[in-house]
Nanobody, 122 residues
C-alpha cells in the first residue's frame, strides 16, 4: 500500500482544514487507517484512527470533538476533517495503514505516507 497525504496549509486559529490520504493498491479496504502528527524534536503523536469498515473511530483526547476521521473505500481515501484548530495543532500530519495491533502506537503501522504540513496561526 502506498499512501499520499495532502491538504495541509496555513490556517488561522479557529479555522478548518481537511486532510486527505489517497492509497494505491486493491487491499486498502482491508487496512485500518490512522493519522499521526509530529513536531520538531517530538515523537509522532496519535491523532485518530478508523477501522477497515469505517464503523469504528478512535481519537486522541486533544482532538476529540474537533476532528473527524472518515474513509471512502471506493475511492481508496481516508480523510481528517479538522475544525476549531488551535496553534498547538501545528505539525506535520501523517497517514498510515495498519493490519493488526493497537491503533494508538505508531510502531504497529505497516505503511506511512510522506506527511503534509499544517500551520495554525494565532
Amino acid at each position: 500500500v502506498q499512501l499520499q497525504a495532502s491538504g495541509g496549509g496555513l490556517v488561522q486559529a479557529g479555522g478548518s482544514l481537511t486532510l486527505s490520504c489517497a492509497a494505491s493498491g486493491r487491499t486498502f479496504s482491508s487496512y485500518a487507517m490512522g493519522w499521526f502528527r509530529q513536531t520538531a524534536g517530538k515523537e509522532r503523536e496519535f491523532v485518530a484512527a478508523i477501522s477497515w469498515s469505517g464503523g469504528t473511530t478512535y481519537y486522541a483526547d486533544s482532538v476529540k470533538g474537533r476532528f473527524t476521521i472518515s474513509r471512502d473505500n471506493a475511492k481508496n481515501t481516508v480523510y481528517l476533517q479538522m475544525n476549531s484548530l488551535h496553534p498547538e495543532d501545528t505539525a506535520v500530519y501523517y497517514c498510515a495503514a495498519i493490519k493488526d495491533g493497537n491503533y494508538y502506537y505508531a510502531y504497529n503501522y505497516d505503511y506511512w505516507g510522506q506527511g503534509t504540513e499544517v500551520t495554525v496561526s494565532s
